[in-house]
């Protein structure tokens, strides 16, 4: 069902790519340009369930980044058809434990069952889904803090935590400066050293992706959409 936590669990390197503007058409060309993943950012895009539905048939590998941690949303998510789910700014094990838990089918978890009226188990047509759903899908969490690094083995050691995502921006406004500074460079190299020792796969969206790819990074944002659209434009005129 999940070819991309397949990849990982392989031990691929994976490049993706952010999807911040809207449209499935979008997210069609991403995928068949040859991307491992595309995230379809409900974070700081548009959390809009029927386009994310639309981008979902057009991408069925992509990810879904959630807005925030609170389960009815993993929930939604999950019923629309996502099979690996983003969530920011997880910052402690207890954290990451709610939210596995909330992309799980009790007993293992607290996710409702109400797919088999969702595209997830197309409408009832896949009965099966409800028994492969808990295998199958595949939670990542984003550590964005200083609070997050301080926690990160701890969160990695949360069965069911994926992929541990790093995010520059976040991290460095939490340290008080800006991505481009030395002290969050060393931060993020430590980071996802600290990550890959314990088996899960680093993740961090990277503006020199084979700078952390060679640190050891496995899930590496390539950019976004908007941010390639707008720069090849200016690049274009």
Known sequence: MNTLKDKL??????????????????????????????VID??????????????????????????CDEAWILKQALDLGARTVLVPMVDTAEQAAVVVAACRYPPAGTRGMGAFVARAAMYSLDPGYITRANDDVSVWVQAES????????????????????????DLAADMGT???????????????????????P??????????????????????????VL????????
């Open 9 to 38: 669990a392989s031990g691929a390197v994976t490049r993706g790519l952010w999807q911040n503007l809207p449209g499935p058409e979008l997210a069609e060309l991403v995928a068949h340009a040859g991307f491992d993943w595309l």
């Open 42 to 67: 409900g974070e700081h895009g548009a959390w809009d369930p029927a386009d994310i539905r639309a981008r979902l048939i057009a991408a069925p590998d992509a990810v879904v980044r959630v807005p």
């Open 146 to 169: 200083r609070a997050a690094l301080d926690n990160l083995e701890a969160i990695c050691a949360v069965p069911g935590v994926d992929c541990v995502f790093l995010g520059p921006a």
């Open 178 to 200: 800006d991505a481009s500074d030395p002290d969050v460079h060393a931060a993020l190299t430590d980071a996802i050293a600290r990550i890959a020792v314990t088996g899960t």
């Open 202 to 227: 680093p993740g961090i969206f990277a503006a020199d992706p084979d700078r952390w790819i060679a640190e050891g990074a496995r899930v590496v944002s390539m950019g976004s959409d908007a941010m």
């Open 230 to 237: 707008a720069q090849g434009l200016r690049a274009l005129l």
